[in-house]
């Protein structure tokens, strides 16, 4: 049985209503530290909302949420979210864009130089580190992406949301970001949870699937992600 104390994600009888129409939830899901996890299902079901919900962008109707034993009551630097539009500042530079998520941790103020540091390292990381000064409309689209993706990861968060950050890449660039995503995520030891209606995607980033499906929408499938398990998470969607 899995201890509580390495659990880093859990839902507990989390709903949130939309409308008179559509709902979410009971969703009861619990994700351990370090796991990465893929949530699929139809256009609707609740996917994004369920990541929003985790940030703290959103109030749970009823139930909650707790990271690292922590309830969410808010955004927390505990928890940051990369969304599929990159919302770079087209004013600022890229490791200005960076270095806002250190502003908003106050290391930017208190340690500028560990800020700076912290900036470069990972500009280097994502293959950006010659455009530091560039500008937001100087760089292509995959670029953003990664601008995006070294924001999100510059407080250092325990857990990194993703909310379909490929969709809107060529299959080249999204497969290098990919794999950015999970060289660097590993790295940090964060725990990952992915919204992507790409099996492809959840193939090459997680180790387990959460499938959504039905209205309201609930956990119609959860399982192990592999070459193996493809067929199946295939037919789990077809069956949501």
Same mark, same amino acid.
């Given at each position: 049985?899995?201890?509580?104390?390495?659990?880093?994600?859990?839902?507990?009888?989390?709903?949130?209503?939309?409308?008179?129409?559509?709902?979410?939830?009971?969703?009861?899901?619990?994700?351990?530290?370090?796991?990465?996890?893929?949530?699929?299902?139809?256009?609707?079901?609740?996917?994004?909302?369920?990541?929003?919900?985790?940030?703290?962008?959103?109030?749970?109707?009823?139930?909650?949420?707790?990271? @690292? *034993?922590?309830?969410? /009551?808010?955004?927390? &630097? %505990? $928890?940051?979210?990369?969304?599929?539009?990159?919302? #770079? !500042?087209?004013?600022?530079?890229?490791?200005?864009?960076?270095?806002?998520?250190?502003?908003?941790?106050?290391?930017?103020?208190?340690?500028?130089?560990?800020?700076?540091?912290?900036?470069?390292?990972?500009?280097?990381?994502?293959?950006?580190?010659?455009?530091?000064?560039?500008?937001?409309?100087?760089?292509? @689209? *995959?670029?953003?992406? /990664?601008?995006?993706? &070294? %924001? $999100?990861?510059?407080?250092?968060?325990?857990?990194? #949301? !993703?909310?379909?950050?490929?969709?809107?890449?060529?299959?080249?660039?999204?497969?290098?970001?990919?794999?950015?995503?999970?060289?660097?995520?590993?790295?940090?030891?964060?725990?990952?949870?992915?919204?992507?209606?790409?099996?492809?995607?959840?193939?090459?980033?997680?180790?387990?699937?959460?499938?959504?499906? @039905?209205?309201?929408?609930?956990?119609?499938?959860?399982?192990?992600?592999?070459?193996?398990?493809?067929?199946?998470?295939?037919?789990?969607?077809?069956?949501?």
């Amino acid at each position: 049985m899995q201890r509580m104390s390495e659990v880093e994600i859990d839902i507990r009888q989390l709903s949130y209503r939309f409308d008179a129409n559509r709902a979410l939830g009971p969703v009861n899901v619990q994700i351990r530290r370090g796991e990465r996890v893929a949530a699929l299902g139809a256009s609707g079901v609740g996917k994004s909302t369920l990541l929003a919900l985790v940030a703290g962008l959103k109030s749970p109707t009823s139930g909650e949420i707790f990271i @690292g *034993g922590a309830p969410v /009551r808010g955004p927390s &630097a %505990r $928890a940051t979210l990369m969304l599929q539009r990159p919302a #770079l !500042l087209p004013w600022a530079s890229v490791s200005e864009n960076v270095a806002l998520g250190l502003r908003f941790n106050g290391l930017a103020r208190s340690e500028p130089q560990r800020a700076q540091a912290r900036v470069a390292d990972l500009l280097a990381a994502v293959g950006l580190a010659d455009r530091a000064d560039a500008l937001p409309h100087e760089l292509s @689209g *995959g670029q953003q992406q /990664r601008v995006a993706l &070294a %924001r $999100a990861l510059a407080p250092q968060p325990e857990v990194l #949301l !993703l909310d379909e950050p490929f969709s809107a890449l060529d299959i080249p660039t999204r497969e290098a970001l990919r794999a950015d995503v999970s060289r660097i995520a590993q790295k940090q030891g964060a725990t990952l949870v992915l919204v992507t209606h790409d099996i492809a995607d959840a193939v090459a980033l997680c180790d387990r699937a959460i499938v959504l499906g @039905g209205n309201p929408g609930r956990v119609t499938a959860d399982m192990g992600v592999g070459d193996e398990g493809v067929e199946y998470l295939t037919e789990a969607l077809r069956a949501a």
